[in-house]
């Protein structure tokens, strides 16, 4: 009896450990209700050379009367879409500047991804 109960222990814990494992992951934004990593988004080593990057292609300021965070979304119309460049990481997001911010954003949804600071 001993033997099986360690038997279910041992199998439940393999079963569980992969499942603990990816809840160890460290996101940062939201799409579609679940997070985001760094890697899909910017990275933080290459947040500077990327706003750089935004001055010197002098990417128009869009202004939105709502607070840009992450979730929120964009308007329709008025707000142009650029692609990230591929030096800055392969992404499925686009790029803008709102409010002063740049962020990156879902293209489908206009849902703001991540705020590059």
């Known amino acids: 009896m001993r033997n099986n109960i360690l ?24 799409v579609r209700g679940g997070p985001i990593s760094d890697a899909e988004g910017i990275a933080i080593a290459q947040r500077p050379a990327f706003r750089e990057y935004i001055v010197r292609e002098r990417v128009p300021n869009y202004t939105v009367s709502e607070r840009i965070t992450v979730g929120s ?4 119309v008025g707000v142009t879409y650029y692609d990230v460049p591929q030096t800055f990481g392969i992404t499925p997001y686009r790029y803008t500047v709102v409010n002063g911010r740049t962020v990156l954003v879902e293209p489908r949804s206009r849902r703001i991804v991540q705020v590059v600071e």
């Open 7 to 30: 038997a279910v222990a041992a199998i439940a814990a393999a079963i569980g450990a992969p499942i603990t494992a990816h809840a160890q992951d460290v996101t940062t934004g939201v």
């Open 73 to 76: 979304v964009l308007p329709e």
